[in-house]
Nanobody, 127 residues
């Protein structure tokens, strides 16, 4: 069984930064791509960022390009989301998720492609 535990959320003013972490259990972390999603109140969960199993490929939703950076440390079984220049519209619960297929290099933005999810961490950006 895989467990994903997010941390690093909080309240920040517009223009500020936060770094989210997602720690994974299990020895196979390094074999799988990872993704970050977010869900704002009353909205569907949306894709934010993807990183391939080896960290060599990343992909972002247009609204966060140039502001957010996804990375991973396979030795620590952790994936990160560095969020800069935060905007009120970034307010949401942020979730990390593990790809259902090992070794993927091409970006995966569909929720259906991920099989394990964390519990989420709240990010609130005040104006």
């Amino acid at each position: 069984q895989v467990q994903l535990i997010e941390s690093g959320g909080g309240l920040v003013q517009a223009g500020g930064s936060l770094r989210l972490s997602c720690a994974a259990s299990g020895r196979t972390f390094s074999n799988y791509a990872m993704g970050w999603f977010r869900q704002a109140p009353g909205k569907e969960r949306e894709f934010v960022a993807f990183v391939s199993w080896n960290g060599g490929s990343t992909y972002y939703v247009d609204s966060v390009k140039g502001r957010f950076t996804i990375s991973r440390d396979n030795a620590k079984a952790t994936v990160y989301l560095q969020m800069n220049s935060l905007k009120p519209e970034d307010t949401a619960v942020y979730y990390c998720a593990r790809d259902s297929i090992p070794g993927r290099l091409r970006a995966l933005a569909s929720r259906d492609g991920y099989d394990y999810w964390g519990q989420g961490t709240q990010v609130t950006v005040s104006s």
